[in-house]
């Protein structure tokens, strides 16, 4: 439609990720037709957190899931305000500074677990098995291992157990990061061409439902 109109070729592939245009409608709630950013719940936290990066996206997709939504409120606080960033533990910061502090993805699960008790990547696949598939004779083992690596690497008992309850929503939904960027990326695309071809983009979205 975009060719046939304006006689332009879009390569998606390169488009600029960078586009006002395309944050400034995303930061306006206006998200009908863009992939994974219709529901209202989602169109609400969009408009609030005015995304100005891919990350921003990222983070957002992964977070808007039955476990981790809880935490997207203070996401949201802390884009707009760097001040109130803070990490878990110091060690975490180079982890979690894409995502303000914020345990977003399993892949953050893993590596705290790697960062703070001493896992082994064998052991970190593990603690993912027990998240993903959520078996409370699982975790709890997991819980205990955790909590016991950490005070090896002198963490008192009780922010053990402070960190290890950011892990354990992860148990009601959790995506990877790959994931998150895949998810992202077509958010970001679908927005862009929303953004800038609205007509054409909007005439394909009705075209494609009518089906």
């Excluded at 148990?171 to 800038?196: E, P, S, V």
């Amino acid at each position: 439609f975009i060719k046939a109109n304006r006689g332009v070729t879009v390569n998606l592939a390169t488009v600029p990720l960078d586009d006002k245009k395309t944050f400034t409608m995303l930061a306006s709630g206006d998200t009908t037709g863009i992939f994974q950013l219709e529901s209202t719940g989602m169109r609400r936290y969009i408009k609030d957190l005015r995304p100005t990066t891919i990350f921003d996206l990222m983070a957002m997709v992964a977070l808007f899931r039955p476990g981790p939504m809880g935490v997207i409120p203070e996401f949201i606080k802390r884009k707009h305000n760097p001040r109130l960033i803070t990490y878990p533990d110091p060690r975490l910061k180079d982890v979690l500074s894409q995502s303000y502090g914020i345990i977003c993805y399993q892949d953050d699960v893993l590596l705290t677990a790697i960062t703070l008790a001493g896992y082994s990547w064998g052991d970190a696949d593990k603690l993912r098995k027990a998240v993903g598939k959520k078996i409370p004779s699982e975790m709890k083992k997991q819980k205990e291992k955790f909590i016991e690596g950490c005070i090896k690497n002198e963490m008192t008992t009780a922010k053990a157990e402070e960190i290890f309850q950011l892990i354990e929503p992860f148990a009601g939904y959790g995506f990877n990061k790959a994931h998150a960027a895949c998810y992202a990326m077509i958010d970001y695309q679908t927005a862009y061409l929303k953004a800038n071809y609205q007509v054409e983009y909007m005439t394909a979205v009705f075209a494609a439902e009518s089906r």
